[in-house]
């Protein structure tokens, strides 16, 4: 669903999902994830990324963390990519990547390249579960690894990877009035993405723009639905 050489923020908003509930507050909390993920509800994935993009390439296999750091407002540690890599350069993504021979599953994938990236330490993750596995137009399909994150973690980003990490209250992105659609002619096809931005009054300067799109926004989508089912 990435769509590279242009600016999102440009392209205008078709529809927002005003009319779609949000998920309450007390389904947040992590024993409630616990209790989600260990009796998963009858679901089908709303998004299932952008296969047509990917369409007669050999999908290679990666892993993402999404993880949700436990407390009063659970949040999402998110990375912001930097500029000068080739792939979503810039971008706002989990930590995660390929998945390596050595790897034993795509949990121990996601955790090991959220570990390079952002020294996040696996002994204060636990793994709820995965999520539906999501095409990308660059070809992999990404399957996406719950897990909460418990206080007291430090981090290191690594600077050739990462320029930021920080963190969005998950009730943002479990609110579907904060899930804005678009879309736009790009090579050929019309495509259609999603956005979740997010101002980030956390910091003493000036309110920063979170601007969750593309791949990352649609890996909330449904962990929104799996969360609504």
């Known amino acids: 669903m990435a769509i590279p050489l ?5 392209i205008p908003v078709d529809a927002v999902d005003v009319h779609l509930p949000a998920v309450g507050q007390a389904e947040l909390k992590a024993d409630a994830l616990v209790r989600r ?7 089908s994935a709303e998004l299932p990324g952008d296969h047509s993009a990917a369409a007669g390439k050999v999908l290679r296999r990666a892993a993402v963390l999404v993880p949700i750091v436990v ?4 949040s999402v540690l998110l990375t912001q990519r ?15 990547g390929r998945i390596d021979p050595q790897d034993r599953d795509e949990a121990d994938a ?10 996040l330490d696996r002994r204060f993750v636990t793994v709820l579960g995965n999520l539906p596995v999501y095409a990308t137009g660059s070809a992999y399909s990404v399957t996406p690894v719950v897990a909460l994150v418990q206080p007291g973690f430090s ?11 920080f963190q969005v209250p998950l009730s943002h992105f479990t609110n579907p009035a904060n899930h804005r659609w678009h879309s736009t002619d790009w090579e050929q096809r019309r495509r259609q993405w ?7 009054t956390s910091a003493d300067a000036e309110p920063v723009e979170r601007y969750v799109w593309g791949v990352t926004a649609g ?8 969360l609504i089912a």
């Open 6 to 10: 242009f600016d999102p923020r440009q």
């Open 37 to 43: 993920f260990a009796m998963p509800p009858a679901w």
């Open 71 to 74: 407390g009063s407002d659970p």
């Open 82 to 96: 930097t500029s000068h890599l080739r792939s979503h350069p810039g971008q706002i993504a989990f930590p995660g």
């Open 110 to 119: 996601a955790l090991r390249e959220a570990w390079e990236e952002v020294g």
């Open 155 to 165: 981090l290191s980003p690594n600077s050739g990877e990462v320029a930021e990490a």
């Open 194 to 200: 999603l956005s979740m931005p997010y101002w980030d």
């Open 219 to 226: 890996i909330l989508r449904n962990f929104y639905r799996f």
